[in-house]
């Protein structure tokens, strides 16, 4: 197998060694006499997997016990649902921010639940920016503030979080987690679907407040309900335990690259490499002004767009793959999780560099 570089947005490149471990283990998981995929849920080697990926997940981010880790099924998709099912009180209704489809998608979901107040948007300015915080329109006695705090499609990312929020910040974090330090104790509750950052789909995580809990009516049907997973240590029902395996190889692994200041510094630096690229001679262009573009989605333009599938076509055939943007926005998108090592993304610049001194 020549050298492939996976840039897909998720589910996404997972590290080799942690590939390499899953791959080792796959018939027989420690002693065990059996593959990880068929033990019991509740048998004590799947419960020690569990409580390891927990603890180490508790590590990386610094958690408080006042926070609680749970480990959910049905995608980020299915949380645009159960978070106002669980958090908004009827007469209060929830505040959202608007920086993009994943956004929006909250929003239309949200609304079918309860009311919502969409407190600022940028969708005039084409989602190309997180409006600034004195501009949002929060109320005051809001059941929650819930933001995307980094848009997958428009690679618009929040580097900082609006302090002194009236209401619980509730956060979908789903391709930025553990990219960089978090300082939790901002947030009332954050959630991710694992597939970007942190494993294979069909794991959700969701940390939430403890305090939170008293919010969840008991007439909640029990597997939309936070207070009874997390009554359960998030095994109401059989998790998706493959899953929550594979996280905590990747929660291990990160915590052997230094944990999340490590990987920040890694980020910055793999991220810039690509947006130094983009703003060199224009002939590359980003459609995110510098202070929220993301580190994770790198979306970009040909200034001359009937390039765009001739480099995405070239591109392949060097091993350099999923580099087309969403289909709701066309163009160009590098998704360079925690996971892309740096030799892939000095293979796009090379690459970036070429194509445009053969077209530029
Ligand atoms: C991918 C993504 C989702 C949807 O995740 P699913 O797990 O497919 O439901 C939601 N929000 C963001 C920010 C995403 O990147």
């Not at 590939?19 to 020690?48: D, I, N, P, Y």
């Not at 908004?88 to 929006?104: E, F, H, M, N, P």
């Not at 005039?124 to 059941?143: E, G, I, K, T």
């Not at 573009?293 to 599938?309: A, G, H, Q, V, W």
């Amino acid at each position: 197998m020549s050298t492939i570089y996976n840039f897909s947005a998720g589910p996404a490149v997972l590290p080799r060694a942690v590939l390499e471990q899953a791959q080792a283990e796959m018939l027989e998981w420690s002693g065990s006499g059996m593959s990880v995929t068929e033990m019991s849920h509740r048998s004590k080697e799947f419960l020690s997997i569990a409580e390891d990926a927990e603890r180490t997940l508790n590590s990386l981010l610094g958690l408080s016990d006042e926070y609680q880790v749970l480990f959910l099924q049905g995608g980020a998709t299915t949380q645009f649902s159960i978070i106002p099912m669980n958090l908004l009180v009827d007469a209060r209704g929830a505040d959202y921010i608007c920086t993009g489809q994943w956004s929006k998608k909250a929003i239309k979901e949200g609304k079918k639940i309860g009311s919502i107040h969409v407190a600022a948007t940028s969708e005039d300015r084409n989602f190309a920016d997180v409006p600034s915080y004195d501009s949002w329109d929060l109320r005051s006695d809001s059941s929650y503030v819930h933001i995307t705090s980094n848009e997958t499609i428009g690679g618009v990312e929040f580097h900082d979080y609006p302090p002194n929020l009236p209401s619980p910040l509730v956060a979908d974090m789903s391709s930025h987690i553990l990219s960089r330090p978090l300082d939790v104790s901002q947030f009332g509750l954050i959630y991710a679907g694992a597939q970007k950052n942190i494993g294979p789909a069909g794991l959700t995580i969701v940390i939430i407040r403890k305090d939170l809990l008293a919010r969840v009516s008991s007439d909640l049907p029990s597997m939309f309900s936070y207070a009874v997973q997390a009554d359960n240590q998030s095994m109401f029902n059989t998790p998706p335990t493959y899953a929550i395996y594979v996280a905590g190889l990747v929660f291990k692994w990160l915590e052997e690259q230094g944990g999340l200041s490590s990987i920040e510094q890694k980020n910055i630096k793999k991220s810039n490499m690509i947006y130094d690229q983009i703003d060199l001679t224009g002939f590359y262009r980003s459609p995110v002004p510098k202070n929220c573009r993301s580190r994770m989605n790198i979306p970009f333009r040909i200034r001359d767009e009937t390039l765009e599938d001739l480099f995405l076509k070239d591109a392949k055939d060097c091993g350099l793959l999923q580099l087309k943007g969403h289909r709701s926005v066309g163009g160009i998108r590098a998704s360079i999780y925690n996971a892309m090592p740096i030799e892939g993304v000095e293979t796009l610049l090379d690459f970036m560099q070429h194509f445009e001194k053969k077209y530029g």
